[in-house]
């Protein structure tokens, strides 16, 4: 990092531009917390770069972000947002995952009402679900809180928006526990379209009202595995171990990600009975269940150490990656 921290900007720049030079010996790392005059420079430099080099710069950029938390490149996402080519905004989308502040809050809004993508609007959406977490918790200020609310309001009641557009504002509006999203996510469930029903069985895993519950555990035996699937995962959200006996069945689904999604809501929900189906995981002969039936007991055995556990119930609400 600190070699290339020496290297000049326009050096760095030039080599990123230059197709017969590979990313990996470009150094990328040299995006991470770039000053505003270098964030200026590489904002005029960027759209001069073949729009496939600059798809894969942006996914790399993404990828760097998640393996390691000291490089910070919320500059430099601010500036692949602002891209011509929808597949690199949308990535840009991705890269700012981490980003919590006011001025992301903002451009996500505005991309949600502005964008021509439909992908990246809703990409838009998703990644507000972290703003309603946030506001639900108490951890936004109103004014932020309420934008948010009402931008994704106004997104899934649009006429004019796609159905992927319209999922993606509901299952962000999830976190909010309100009556009146309450309300919202309960009109959803009655859509006719399987897919904006299992996404208001997301919503509900995500608002985690007690009302839910009942619906939740019907759809765990709906013939659609992306409903078996949103089920289990918002039976987990729920955390009630009334779900388990019906868990314990998904685990034997036919269907790979349903059987997953079903073991890892056992280690949520946690318990004596949750704790030996995962068990008896552990002698399966698949290699995904055994391994996912460990990191599910690793859980169980976290959430249940005395000490950590304030700290732990924060994380484990903790909204996802967008």
């Not at 998703?126 to 946030?134: D, E, K």
Request: a negative charge; hydrophobic letters at 40%; proline letters at 6%.
């Amino acid at each position: 990092m600190a070699q290339l921290s020496k290297q000049p900007f326009n050096t760095f720049l030039a080599k990123l531009r230059d197709p017969g030079i590979s990313l990996a010996r470009v150094g990328l790392q040299r995006l991470s917390d770039l000053p505003l005059e270098e964030a200026q420079e590489f904002k005029r430099v960027w759209p001069t770069i073949d729009v496939n080099r600059r798809r894969k710069i942006a996914s790399s950029l993404v990828e760097l972000a998640e393996e390691n938390f000291e490089f910070d490149f919320t500059a430099t996402f601010y500036v692949v947002v602002t891209d011509t080519d929808p597949e690199v905004r949308r990535e840009g989308i991705e890269g700012l995952w981490e980003s919590m502040t006011y001025d992301t809050a903002d451009l996500l809004i505005r991309v949600l009402e502005t964008d021509p993508s439909p992908e990246v609007r809703a990409a838009a959406a998703s990644s507000l679900g972290r703003f309603t977490y946030l506001a639900e918790m108490g951890k936004t200020d109103k004014k932020t809180a309420e934008k948010v609310r009402e931008t994704l309001l106004s997104a899934y009641h649009s006429d004019s928006e796609p159905v992927q557009v319209k999922r993606r504002a509901l299952e962000a509006l999830g976190y909010l526990c309100d009556d009146d999203i309450v309300d919202v996510v309960a009109q959803a469930y009655q859509s006719e379209d399987p897919k904006m029903k299992a996404s208001a069985v997301f919503a509900m895993g995500r608002n985690c009202h007690p009302r839910w519950l009942d619906i939740i555990l019907s759809e765990m035996r709906s013939p659609n595995p992306e409903m078996r699937f949103e089920a289990a995962r918002a039976a987990g959200e729920l955390e009630d171990e009334r779900a388990v006996p019906q868990l314990e069945d998904l685990i034997s689904d036919p269907d790979e990600e349903v059987r997953r999604a079903a073991i890892a809501s056992l280690g949520e929900i946690g318990g004596k009975r949750a704790k030996r189906a995962l068990q008896v995981c552990l002698r399966s002969p698949d290699a995904s269940i055994r391994e996912a039936a460990e990191e599910a007991l690793e859980e169980i055995d976290f959430f249940e150490e005395p000490l950590r556990f304030p700290l732990a119930r924060e994380r484990r609400s903790t909204p996802d990656s967008p």
